[in-house]
């Protein structure tokens, strides 16, 4: 039940509509609480995939070299052998003289990272892609481990989340007097509610643009909206060039079979959605002979870490090669003669089209490398939306009501305001998902839940008088 203060307030500014507000941001809250915290604890743990991965592959660094290395065709060779019926992928350039080779290969929808001895050709490790460590992270993150569909949840409650943030900012405005207490920094002091109120309501104020910027970087991933959007792709200057990302796991699936040849003549197939230059695989026959000189003209570069070399698509092609670097803004994309090595083509991140530049910043800043203290930063955002998750979960238990779940209780005489409904169509038109589930829910409370008076009282859909 609203106070007397929040009455005052209310009929001060009616145009702000606080208790619609309110209850927008205590039910999208709901939904996203869960979501949120496993977002965001999952998402800090994988912005260290730089350092984790160079932990993982500390073994097969310093190898005990007595004589001289074998040939990047020999070293290839030796991959495909160990997985039976694969096709090369890519070579990856070593690190060091003493490092180990490592060679993806993929054979049907799978993909296997292998790691051979550079002098004496031993299979040192076998590595299935989707089971490595920072692989299943990155699914757990976007898609739950379970595909299109957990990528299209993920979008939901990152939709939700959104205006979780955004209506949270508008109750976090001063509606009286402004006091920097409880406005910019909390209360410590104060104890119970009030402390509870201050931290949640502070602590949104800092995170809330960097969160909302995560939130917004990470939608060219989803399978939803990262096909919304390759829509909206094809009416700009875009429309040829290949995606630097993929857009759900089937993208992801799709990819890997055009590299195998497994899609050819299919019309491009998956290969529009990954970052490289071909839509099959290297053709049979294709000689690997090339490749100590390409990796010599390509380690002449210098191109940030990792460098990936790529077979041709058709019989006498070109050959390709890539920085596959986390900050995107590094990444060239190369093409090259294997007879001479020469590089033939440059494209660096700056003449990419507009909208992959916009979405390449984007992702390499929210996979936390884009500058040095990017981590840093993506960390303290995961952790304020967990204090946000802890402090909303401590407000609501402590002032929930019995036998309701405490939601705020809509005034039977208050509508809303035209000009909130700017901002509604807006987000629904930029967030299909979120559209469609506010007409769902619309619904379900209109013609459902509103007729059944024990759902409506717990769920505070009863109107009160005001």
């Not at 009286?176 to 207490?181: E, G, I, N």
């Not at 939608?219 to 993929?246: E, F, Q, S």
């Not at 020469?342 to 003449?351: D, V």
């Not at 993506?378 to 402590?398: D, E, P, Q, R, Y």
């Amino acid at each position: 039940m609203a106070t007397a203060s929040q009455a005052r307030a209310e009929s001060a500014a009616p145009w702000i509509e606080h208790r619609t507000i309110w209850r927008w941001h205590f039910y999208a809250g709901l939904f996203c609480i869960p979501f949120v915290t496993w977002l965001s604890i999952t998402g800090a743990i994988y912005v260290f995939k730089p350092q984790i991965e160079a932990w993982l592959d500390k073994p097969y660094e310093h190898l005990n070299m007595t004589g001289q290395r074998a040939s990047g065709e020999a070293q290839v060779q030796a991959a495909l052998a160990a997985v039976p019926g694969s096709t090369l992928h890519d070579y990856q350039l070593p690190t060091a003289a003493d490092s180990a080779v490592q060679v993806i290969v993929g054979k049907g929808a799978e993909e296997f990272r292998v790691y051979v001895h550079p002098q004496t050709l031993q299979v040192l490790k076998i590595d299935n892609e989707d089971k490595r460590p920072m692989k299943v992270l990155f699914r757990l993150h976007g898609e739950l481990m379970a595909g299109d569909r957990g990528s299209m949840v993920v979008e939901l409650a990152a939709s939700w989340a959104i205006v979780m943030i955004l209506t949270g900012l508008i109750l976090w405005w001063p509606r009286q007097s402004f006091r920097l207490a409880g406005t910019l920094y909390p209360r410590l002091n104060e104890g119970g509610r009030v402390f509870w109120k201050d931290l949640h309501s502070v602590t949104g104020l800092w995170i809330s643009f960097f969160v909302l910027f995560l939130l917004f970087t990470g939608l060219p991933w989803a399978k939803n909206w990262g096909g919304y959007l390759k829509r909206v792709r094809k009416t700009t200057a875009a429309a040829d060039a290949k995606m630097d990302w993929t857009t759900g796991r089937s993208s992801e699936i799709a990819e890997r079979m055009a590299k195998n040849g497994s899609m050819a003549g299919m019309g491009g197939g998956g290969g529009e959605h990954g970052g490289h230059w071909r839509h099959h695989g290297a053709p049979a026959g294709t000689s690997y002979e090339p490749i100590d000189r390409l990796t010599t003209s390509v380690g002449a570069l210098n191109l940030a870490y990792p460098v990936l070399i790529e077979p041709p698509t058709v019989k006498g092609g070109r050959w390709t090669a890539k920085s596959d670097a986390g900050n995107r803004t590094l990444r060239v994309n190369l093409e090259l003669d294997g007879a001479s090595g020469a590089i033939l083509k440059r494209e660096n991140f700056e003449q990419k089209p507009w909208i992959d530049r916009a979405v390449g910043v984007g992702v390499a800043a929210h996979e936390g490398q884009l500058f040095p203290l990017n981590q840093v930063l993506n960390v303290i955002t995961a952790t304020g939306l967990i204090i946000l998750n802890v402090s909303a979960i401590a407000m609501w238990w402590k002032r929930r009501p019995q036998g309701v779940l405490g939601a705020p209780v809509a005034l039977k005489n208050r509508r809303f305001s035209g000009w909130i409904w700017v901002p509604i169509v807006m987000l629904a038109i930029w967030l299909p998902l979120l559209g469609a589930s506010i007409v769902l829910v619309w619904l379900a409370e209109r013609f459902v839940l509103r007729r059944i008076p024990p759902a409506s009282r717990w769920l505070g859909l009863a109107y009160q008088a005001g």
